[in-house]
């Protein structure tokens, strides 16, 4: 009779070797493709990480994560109120373009969820280390509860885990969403009038109320906070997620995002 613990590695290197096997046929039916040309065998070929075009974080403005933004920024200046955004800082890793959007689309519609690990890498290659050495903890805007029905998972989540590994940081659910309009179809101003009130701190235990206020507010309290997205576009969900983490006694939050939009 095998001990408890042979049993426990007899059961770990069965699971392994299924998950492995698995892989393999599902690789078979539905092979591994490029995001940006299909090559085979490839999330993300060479030639085309190359082509990701990275914000060069010396030049891009330190508020809203646009490019060439660190004197005079034109997207803040003449499109947004500086004074508007919450967070302190704000850190965007890729110029939103075709290629850039496919590879976000793949993730978090396409359910590839192997990109989380990628998409973490693009974003811990762009957050400054001087941000390593201040945060406390990261959180993520997290989907809401129609998008996570049609998804089938929280697709920041996943990316906030893998970077926290990668960074060496906690990454706490500290944000529930409400559902709301598809924020793509509206302008700016819908877009905050949109964003009123629909966050809260964590989501509520089963049976309690909305306004419900659980653990997650002393995981906040005084703590400095890197929230992270996939787009950055006007700023409107990130400020509101940020003002319900500052009314809740963060001491600051500072925003990452894998793309901006300029």
């Known amino acids: 009779m095998l001990s408890s613990g042979s049993a426990y590695i007899t059961k770990y290197l069965l699971v392994k070797e299924i998950r492995r096997l698995k892989s393999k046929i599902l690789e078979c039916f539905y092979p591994t493709r490029c995001v940006g040309c ?76 192997r990109l989380a690990v990628l998409l973490a890498q693009l974003l811990a290659q762009v957050i400054p280390r001087s941000w390593y050495r201040w945060a406390d903890l990261i959180t993520w805007i997290p989907a809401d509860p129609i998008a996570y029905k049609r998804r089938g998972f929280d697709h920041m989540a996943y990316v906030a885990d893998a970077l926290s590994k990668r960074i060496g940081l906690s ?22 009038l949109n964003m009123r009130e629909v966050f809260l701190v964590n989501k509520p235990k089963t049976g309690s109320s909305l306004n419900s206020k659980d653990i997650y507010f002393d995981e906040i309290r005084a703590k400095n906070i890197i929230l992270i997205d996939d787009v950055f576009t006007t700023g409107a969900t990130l400020s509101a997620a940020t003002n319900v983490l500052l009314n809740a006694k963060a001491n600051e939050v500072r925003v990452a995002t894998i793309c901006r939009v300029w």
């Open 38 to 113: 299909e090559r085979l065998g490839y999330l993300l070929c060479n030639e085309c990480q190359n082509e990701l075009v990275f914000i060069d974080q010396s030049t891009s403005c330190t508020a809203c994560g646009a490019p060439f933004g660190r004197n005079v920024c034109t997207e803040c200046s003449t499109v947004y109120d500086k004074a508007i955004f919450p967070f302190a800082a704000t850190s965007c890793a890729l110029e939103f373009n075709e290629l850039s959007r496919r590879l976000v689309l793949t993730y978090k519609n396409g359910g590839e969820k």
């Open 171 to 192: 990454a706490k659910p500290l944000l529930y969403k409400r559902s709301i309009k598809d924020q793509r179809s509206l302008n700016r101003s819908d877009r905050q």
